[in-house]
């Protein structure tokens, strides 16, 4: 059955070439996600054991005080020195400007450091800090500049420390040691207290492995201070630690030793405890998994185009196998006949994906290294056998899952056929009626979930907002199965409603239109796989439009103007300043406003601006400018929730008609203004930016023109600018990774029309016979490619602004008012792109069914 | 190219009437140097106008391929051929596609009707190609003669075979072409369905006025037409005018005749006399 297995691969190797290329592109993905992985991985992992320095030990308490292991591991014979590694996080400010900057400790013996200092000295004493040169230069601070220290403390200091808590490890994000050290201890009292010193800046460090470019640099104090900054006293205070140990001579040996000696505590090689701090945080995992999940649905699509294919494989031979049935074989061998050469084939793409995967993230990776600074990143990628394995074993799994029923359907030819005349061969698989049902009822049910979703999210209140998500991102997922299930059943209505107008045009036109629905099996399938990836592309455009149309108007509420400039309090913004920022690119409008410190009922105070109703059209928000108008402040609703007036003080105390919004600080009419005896000082400018102008280039610019003056920027608008960045990355992130589904789906098309073309060249033959020109016959296809892909880009587009729209309705109703926006931009171009790949998806088989010689026609078979 | 040129203009010298098509050392090769085979060896033919000839001859003597070129589907190695009185052995790809649409019909052996239209549609396909309206008289006269009109919105799955080939010829006709060629019109058909459907090419050629050339290898078929080529080794072989079944077998045993003994010199072709109905 090999011989004859291969004999036929041979004969159909075009046809198995296209679904091929499918299956390649699929492995090529997974095995590239994976090689990426690694690559995460091994980063990672690299940075980690950079951050031991060159330690030969690391030694992890489980349990048990730090100061004690430190001195049991210093008086361990072999032991050359013992340092800790402690990570603390400390904000530094200069002037105006602040940075968040992690710190370790200096280490006294210089082959544990994990930082070299390029500039100045290592801190010597609990005023001085060595900064990332990245750091010293936000901050405006070179050698030998002063620069406030501020940091978290959490309770009076605690006279014994018996913490009961497990040492954790130290790959726990710094920014939370101060709360996860705190609170756990359960005194009412403890409260946050902010503390402040000033430090001198000592030396500039340089961090040549990269080890904290995690943390996003780091800088170096002595101990003490990194552990008073960590929100302790001393260094057993500290939530995660590591002591990083060197040694004299063998480091086994001393690793036994420091086991036996030190019983709540780990001893690892540097490796081993890097291996087991990457296993721990193994955020590169997420991203894998995640990108994986896109892999699959490449998978899924380019497992459609391989049943497809082998349909039409198996319809082709029927003949044939009808003779192999008349002389003797038996069901099961032709069944084994077609998995085996779905095997084969799975397999041999499989390896070739390989093959072009890792090619691909060699040159990702050959790209990124050249390009980003600062991020240690491999030269080569280094192929594990699991990662390339995997890759061919789904390969080979999806294309012999996919010919199951092609091959079922071979075993149903009956050995007559092979006696009947040769007719266009079909596979005549009526839509079933379990189709038709487990259709309408994942459909219906699916779609009765995602509305559920969508009430629950609109509900909202006391409901976990994870829950109506989870409802609607199943529901919506079973619906999207039982729509592809029932596809045979709907499709082919769609594509002869939508050939009807095109067959109006030419005669090539309608002779295509009528093509469309010669196999409608097939061209439902082609158009499927076309739907799939675009549903999902669209549907994401759709909830990330949505998304920034729901997010801008609370946006616009949280921030109503779209840059505000403070002055020194009690002092008027200059003239000159006002003038030169509304002179500044971008900038609309710029007004000046008075401003105070508005005490509510319960005492704390808030920043207001006061605006004269006259302004309010630098407001953003609509609502905010028309209660302006109507004579009432608009104040924070945390203030006390939504009430109509509240009585609040500045110097005079008045009570206030409000209209309450998202915004945290209060806009204050002028009358109000007037009751509370507010400065008449304008010491802060509105600006309002040009519609369209780059918030954050206009910001950039504003601070360049206030530089001199002491003044605060702050921008609402280069804020929001910010997040829609965020979202549009991620969307063209997302769009970029369905795009492989979307093109193994074109390649479908071009699948399904070059099979046709083979299927048809008679007719081709014929009609090139009767007079159509080969221009003519060259259209007739084209129209067939755009039809079939035009339909399957219009039905995903159609699901795909449903189910973005359930999506974002489920998202947002929980909190507010949802937005349904159409991605216009992105369904125009969907669809173009979806037409010209159908047509130049028509472009081979064309040539070659132009390429068919009139003669043919008159041949018999 | 005149695409309205439907009567041929072109006058045989030898008895006055007007040719449709014509051969002048009409030669194909196909393969070349020791694999070449020359499967038309210098032809020189004629065929009237409103005739219905039939093209005999055994497998391998050249007569489909005399028609391929004849009919402008495939390129001659030397020589011309005219389909009136137009040379279509020097016109490119888009005239000749012009000429088959406008000016030639055909009847394929496997009728070649397009599965997915009706058999209204298939007949005014080449009108439809063309951009032509059909006209309606000659639409109604082709079929009501071939007893099509009940048929006519049926599609060819929903026909028998002879029903198909009369659709089949009926979109020969509809553009009212020169020369209609057929090619084993009758090989897919049973001995009924055959016999109808060459009477019917007859009827078109002596009541309609059409000009028929038909390639075949059934002696009964080839006796419906009003004259008999016969081919041998790419050669004419023989012309046998108001053939019957008898005349037509004669002819074919004598060229069989023919070979055995001479090995067929290349320089000499035999004539078989028409009338005498056997061999000179």
Known sequence: MLRLTLAQMRRSLGRLVAAGVAILLGSAFVTATLTAGDVITRGGYDAMTATYGDADLVVLPTDGRLSTLLDATRGTPGVTAAEPLVVGWVSFASGRRTVGETVIPVPADPSLASLDVVEGRAPAAQDEVALPAASAERLGVGVGDTV???????????????????????????????????PVRSDDELAPQEMTADVTVVGLVDDPHAAWARYGGAGLAVLDSVVRWSGGTDIDDVGSAAVLVAVDGDSAAVRSALAQVLDDAEVLTRDEAAARAVESYGGGNVIVMVVLGFAAVAMLVAALVIANTFQVIVAQRTRMLALLRCV???????????????????????????????????????????????????????????????PVLVATAVTVGAALVPARAATRVSPVAALR?????????????????????????????????????????????????????????????????????????????????????????????????RNPRRTSATSTALVIGVTLVVMMSTGAVSAQASLAREMDERGPVDMTVFGMPGEAVGDGLAEGIAAVDGVDTVVPARYALVARPDGIETEAVVLDPADAGILRDEVAARALAEGRSVVPRSWAGDVTSVEVSVRDTALLEVRPSATDRALLTTQAADALAVDDVPSVLLVRIEPGADAMGVLQDVRDVVADDTVRVESAAAERQGDQRVIDVMLAIVIGLLGVAVVIALIGVANTLSLSVIERRRESATLRAVGLSRRGLRWMLATEGMLIAGVGALIGTALGLLYGWAGAATVFGTIGDVRLSVPWAHVGIVLLVALLAGLAASALPARAAARTPPVAALGVD | MPTTDTRPHDRSATDGVATASRARALTKVYGSGAAAVRALDAVDVDFASGAFTAIMGPSGSGKSTLMHLLAGLDDATSGTAHLGSTEITTLDDDALTRLRRDRVGFVFQSFNLLPMLTAEQNIVLPLDLAGRRPDRAWFDTLVTTLGLQARLTHRPSELSGGQQQRVAIARALVAQPEVVFADEPTGNLDSRSGAEVLSFLRRS????????????????????????????????????????????LAGLEGLRVLEAPAGTPTGATPVVDATAGGLR
Do not use: C, K
């Open chain 1, 328 to 390: 003797g074989a038996r069901r099961r061998q032709l069944r084994g006949s077609v998995l085996l050469e779905a095997g084969i084939l799975g397999v041999v793409s499989g390896v070739a994906g390989v093959v072009v995967g890792l090619a691909l993230a060699q040159a990702a990776l050959s790209v990124l290294s050249r390009t980003q600074n600062g991020v240690p990143l491999p030269t080569t990628v280094q192929p594990t056998l699991g990662n390339m394995l995997i």
């Open chain 1, 148 to 182: 406030r220290s501020t940091w978290t403390v959490w309770s009076e200091e605690p006279a014994t420390t018996a913490t009961p808590e497990p040492a954790e490890e130290p790959t726990e994000e710094p920014a939370e040691e101060p709360a996860a050290a705190g």
């Open chain 1, 421 to 517: 005349p040769a007719e266009a061969p079909t596979v005549q698989a009526r839509p079933g009626r379990v189709r038709l049902a487990s259709s309408l009822l994942l459909t219906v049910g699916g779609l009765v979930a995602l509305a559920g979703g969508i009430v629950l999210a609109r509900q909202g209140f006391g409901v976990d907002v994870m829950l109506p998500l989870a409802i609607g991102v199943l529901g919506g997922g079973t619906s999207f199965v039982g729509l592809l299930v029932g596809a045979p059943l709907w499709v082919p209505r769609i594509v002869s409603a939508v050939g009807r107008p095109v067959a109006a045009i030419s005669t090539s036109a309608r002779l295509a239109a009528a093509n469309t629905l």
């Open chain 2, 205 to 248: 050629v002596r009541e309609l006025g059409r000009t028929i050339i038909m390639v075949t290898h059934d002696p009964t078929a080839a006796a419906y037409a009003d004259r008999v080529l016969l081919l041998a080794d790419g050669r004419i072989a023989g012309d046998i005018a108001d053939p019957t079944p008898e005349s037509v």
